[in-house]
């Protein structure tokens, strides 16, 4: 079972500019986290999405968007990036989302 | 705020000696979860506990929980240089959306 794949592993953008990071989870799970992992920070909470609602979301502004499509792929969207954007984006699947989380190797976007 | 809290921050220890590490909570929780972070990459799950278990075993991993206090420890025996990660716990809060928040970690260094 192939395990869940993020797009791009590496990102540099402009402060200002947008960006769109792709995830796609494990097979027949319907459950996407986004997390957001700064050196400050640790590891922040951004949404989930479950059957492509979003069921949970963190407490960071809206700025920070996503959705997930019928075939439970994920994406996140950042628009007018801060140089506080840079981080690692993790996005992690699960099968309902109270259970265990398979993570991807994560985006690391860096804002220049 | 964070849910869980690992303690202590970092651990340095020698290959074959036990490594201990904690995490406190704040609410009331179905289960809590064991991770493993190899350097900038994404999260491995490593062990579940459910509320209503005290104690579970995975190979060289221990893990107790203990809910009147609100705490679990992470024990790893006969470490190994290649057990040097960050260990994170994951809380998803009990009676309602699943939420799962992560501790800042605890940076285990195995010195062979």
């Known amino acids: 079972k192939a395990g869940v794949t993020q797009t791009p592993r590496y990102l540099i953008k402009t402060r200002g500019q947008q960006v769109t990071l792709s995830c796609s989870p494990i097979?027949?799970?319907?459950?996407v986290s986004w997390y957001q992992q700064t050196p400050g920070q640790g590891l922040q909470f951004l949404f989930e999405?479950?059957?492509?609602?979003?069921?949970n979301k963190g407490n960071f502004p809206g700025r920070f968007s996503g959705r997930q499509f019928s075939n439970s792929r994920s994406e996140m969207n950042v628009s007018t990036l801060e140089l506080g954007d840079s981080a690692l984006y993790l996005c992690?699947?699960?099968?309902?989302?109270?259970?265990?989380?398979?993570f991807g190797q994560g985006t690391r976007l860096t804002v220049v | 705020s964070q849910q869980g809290e690992e303690d202590p921050q970092a651990l340095s220890i020698q290959e074959g000696e036990n490594a201990t590490m904690n995490c406190s909570y704040k609410?009331?929780?179905?289960?809590l979860q064991w991770y493993r972070q190899n350097s900038g990459r994404g999260l491995v799950h490593l062990i579940l506990?459910?509320?209503?278990?005290r104690e579970k075993h995975s190979g060289r991993l221990r893990v107790t929980l203990d809910t009147s206090k609100k705490s679990s420890s992470l024990l790893i025996t006969a470490s190994r240089a290649a057990d040097t990660a960050s260990y994170f716990c994951?809380?998803?809060?009990?009676?309602?959306?699943?939420?799962?928040?992560f501790g800042r970690g605890t940076s285990l260094i195995v010195h062979p």
């Open positions: 992690a699947s699960s099968p309902v989302g109270d259970t265990e989380a398979f």
């Open positions: 097979s027949g799970h319907r459950s």
């Open positions: 999405y479950f059957s492509e609602t979003q069921r």
């Open positions: 609410t009331s929780i179905n289960n």
């Open positions: 506990i459910r509320s209503n278990e």
């Open positions: 994951a809380t998803p809060p009990s009676g309602g959306s699943y939420i799962p928040t």
